[in-house]
């Protein structure tokens, strides 16, 4: 190649660079300089839809909602693939009840961004409200293993697990995060109100007194706290835990906790205690038959009979069914040396309850009282009958002595 040649070549080459740098390429694709320039452009829109995504921010957790959308759909104008952005934009149709347009959102994001653990996470939120539990499910699930230690999206799982009658693999799934999110009441609380589904209510207890020292500031822990302590027969550690609850300003007014602390008076023979909380909760629920009953219970044991007869038909007014209350209203009238009204009270007490072999053997005493032991005789028998250990059945059984 002679000289002149290579210097022409060397030329031709120079402007074919130089025309791929600053031109158009022969081709019709963007020169170097072009993709430059539009690289730049879209570095410049990302940045300005960054600052947008944050007033929107803003805007969102203040309420105003209409400023929100409009800034979002300027900043999706400039960045329409950035994921943040239709987060935003999901989580403010959810606020605003527009699940389909939330739903396609997050489709969006999520396909953007398949790591991002919010994006699974309100896609669960939104089938959810749609009643769509399995899949609801799934999606808190793909939440909770993106991002482990945030608790929300593990709390959600469980709850859906919960609303799919699945409360044993809840249980078992919270329990083992305890140890990991050691300082988390609603955990624990978590924990214990699964655990008194299943009935440990002992371990309830335990869950639920870890939860009061983490979060002691919430009330409603320990109102959980003592009705455990109530189900696991702890009757005195329970009436202290309600005696401090009801001193909030909060609970006065809660007559089902006053009932609660009445029977764990009555359980630990703190009888005239007993009375003063059933009376508070009287005045507080006077239509619920529980509480006259509570309270003829602490009068009888106070031998108030007529303050207990008093109370025990203003709750068979309320409950006509309640076996218990003709009961005790018998064991009332036979106080009172009035055998025919106990044996009524008695004989309603027991076609209420026919497996209760209390009621028959008491029917049987009152018989017996009235002279009639034959027939007293046969219904101790049909008490051992419906309960072969009943000591009260077999004790009247051996003392009496028929003609």
Same mark, same amino acid.
């Given at each position: 190649m002679s000289r002149l040649t290579r210097i022409l070549a060397?030329?031709?080459?120079?402007?074919?660079?130089?025309?791929?740098?600053?031109?158009c390429a022969a081709n019709g694709e963007k020169t170097y300089g072009e993709k430059q320039k539009e690289a730049r452009r879209q570095h410049w829109a990302d940045a300005r839809a960054g600052v947008l995504h944050n007033l929107a921010k803003e805007q969102y957790q203040t309420g105003h909602f209409d400023k929100c959308k409009v800034t979002l759909d300027d900043a999706l104008k400039l960045s329409p693939d950035n994921p943040a952005l239709h987060v935003l934009y999901a989580k403010l149709s959810i606020e605003q009840g527009n699940l389909e347009v939330a739903d396609r959102e997050l489709a969006t994001a999520r396909k953007l961004a398949p790591a991002d653990a919010e994006a699974d996470y309100l896609s669960g939120v939104v089938c959810q409200r749609w009643q769509k539990m399995g899949q609801a499910h799934d999606y808190y699930k793909a939440a909770a293993e993106k991002a482990p230690s945030d608790l929300a999206y593990l709390m959600a799982q469980a709850e859906c697990l919960v609303a799919l009658n699945r409360p044993a693999e809840a249980l078992d799934m919270l329990s083992a995060r305890v140890v990991y999110f050691e300082n988390s009441a609603p955990l624990r609380d978590a924990v214990g109100g699964l655990l008194m589904q299943a009935g440990k209510y002992d371990k309830a207890v335990e869950m639920f007194r870890q939860a009061s020292i983490l979060g002691s500031d919430d009330p409603a822990?320990?109102?959980?706290?003592?009705?455990?302590?109530? +189900?696991?027969?702890?009757?005195? %550690?329970? !009436?202290?835990?309600? &005696?401090? $609850? @009801?001193?909030?300003?909060?609970?006065? /007014?809660?007559?089902?906790?006053y009932l609660a602390q009445g029977?764990?008076?009555?359980?630990?023979?703190r009888h005239r205690e007993a009375r003063e909380a059933f009376e508070m909760a009287s005045q507080l629920a006077p239509s619920n038959p529980a509480v006259w009953l509570g309270l003829g219970k602490a009068a009888m044991e106070l031998a108030d009979v007529r303050r207990a007869e008093i109370?025990? +038909?203003?709750?068979?007014?309320? %409950?006509? !069914?309640?076996?218990? &209350?003709? $009961? @005790?209203?018998?064991?009332?009238?036979? /106080?009172?040396?009035?055998?025919?009204?106990?044996?009524?009270?008695?004989?309603?007490?027991?076609?209420?309850?026919?497996?209760?072999?209390t009621s028959l053997c008491m029917v049987g005493f009152t018989l017996e009282k009235l002279g009639k032991k034959t027939e007293a005789f046969e219904c101790y028998q049909k008490a051992l009958k419906l309960k072969p250990t009943d000591d009260l059945a077999t004790r009247l059984l051996a003392d009496i002595h028929l003609d």
């Open positions: 060397a030329v031709a080459l120079t402007t074919a660079v130089s025309a791929g740098l600053t031109g822990i320990r109102e959980h706290l003592a009705i455990a302590q109530f +189900r696991a027969g702890q009757h005195r %550690d329970a !009436a202290d835990t309600l &005696a401090r $609850l @009801l001193k909030d300003d909060r609970y006065v /007014k809660r007559a089902d906790l029977e764990c008076f009555l359980r630990t023979s109370a025990l +038909r203003r709750c068979l007014t309320l %409950d006509p !069914a309640s076996s218990e &209350a003709n $009961l @005790l209203l018998g064991y009332a009238r036979l /106080k009172q040396d009035k055998y025919p009204d106990a044996l009524a009270s008695f004989r309603k007490a027991s076609a209420l309850a026919p497996e209760d072999s």
